[in-house]
């Protein structure tokens, strides 16, 4: 049986290299159904490389493009795309990475198989284009296995962080339809879907790589938030997502039945756990709550990374 497949990509000055992954999708060994577009009012020739790709390979039936009338962000504007998608089965998609020619095939084998993965994340292959470009977190590669092994990952204080990147991610098409109404605007779309499936017991980790990461000085999730506002930001978005998520628990999951009442009783405890913290953060920073570092090293799981302590710490000082 073939399932159809949705690749969703929100497109913003791409010019440089949007051509080669388009390419990359249109060429792979399991057929895509449609590819979504959804530019951000770009202000290179982004545009007009995605028409000219278009008509020169004749996929106007399975390109669909669209162009936004005012800039929406980049969260905003993936999820908006996202609620575009038809297919069965849907793949995020970066506007500069290139995807190995099985991707789609892989992707659609794991979600078909497996009756309890909602959403799954995979390895990639980094390459650096620029000599300003980021780095991938030793901790993320880390884990990298490459045997194609499938992971399950569990609801607790590490998996509450995102452990992978949203350009690798696919999930099915009906764990979308149920999480939409939970998303409000500003929450990246990579959390969003990573946070719900997690509650659900529905989110794995794939081990096999299935595109090239293209890393460059304008890769937005991989800067680290080291100046005071974009902490501020970064945690106040982290809080309310929290409290979305919690949210998500007490009311779809509770009424899915799927869990016991222990069960749901348990992550809402956890997730109280990193609410509160994350509240102390904000207040050590924004208040200089200094006396909020003792009572913070008791919540050293409610961190991504135990160094974030003394960085917000030197913010609430300076």
């Known amino acids: 049986m073939m399932h159809t497949v949705s690749v969703v990509m929100a497109t913003y000055n791409g010019e440089k290299y949007i051509e080669e992954q388009l390419k990359s999708i249109i060429e792979q060994s399991y057929p895509v159904t449609e590819i979504i577009i959804q530019d951000d009012i770009s202000q290179d020739k982004t545009k007009e490389i995605i028409n000219s790709f278009i008509q020169s390979r004749g996929v106007e039936d399975m390109i669909r493009f669209y162009e936004n009338e005012h800039n929406l962000g980049y969260a905003s504007n993936f999820v908006t795309a996202l609620m575009k998608a038809t297919g069965d089965y849907v793949l995020f998609c970066d506007q500069d990475d290139i995807w190995l020619p099985d991707r789609v095939e892989k992707m659609v084998r794991v979600l078909s198989e497996n009756d309890s993965v909602e ?54 098409k009906t764990f979308l339809d149920k999480i939409l109404p939970y998303w409000y605007e500003g929450w990246a779309h990579d959390e969003f879907v990573w946070k719900l499936a997690l509650s659900m017991n529905a989110l794995y980790f794939f081990h096999a790589v299935t595109l090239k990461r293209r890393l460059h000085s304008s890769n937005v999730t991989l800067h680290k938030e ?53 509240k102390m953060r904000l207040e050590l920073i924004s208040k200089k709550k200094i006396s909020n570092v003792i009572k913070l090293f008791f919540y050293i799981d409610c961190y991504h990374k135990a160094r974030s302590i003394p960085v917000e710490l030197m913010m609430a000082l300076k």
């Open 119 to 172: 959403l799954i994340g995979t390895e990639f292959d980094p390459f650096k284009c620029s000599e300003d470009a980021p780095d991938v977190p030793g901790w993320e590669l880390a884990k990298f296995k490459n045997d194609d092994s499938l992971e399950k990952l569990d609801f607790n204080s590490e998996n509450l962080f995102i452990g992978c990147q949203g350009c690798t991610m696919a999930m099915k």
């Open 226 to 278: 080291h100046k005071k506002e974009q902490r501020m930001k970064y945690l106040s978005d982290l809080l309310k997502s929290h409290l979305r998520t919690k949210e998500f628990i007490e009311e779809y999951v509770r009424k899915a039945g799927s869990f016991s009442d222990n069960e749901i009783s348990e992550k809402c405890k956890l997730l109280d756990r990193h609410i509160h913290a994350t």
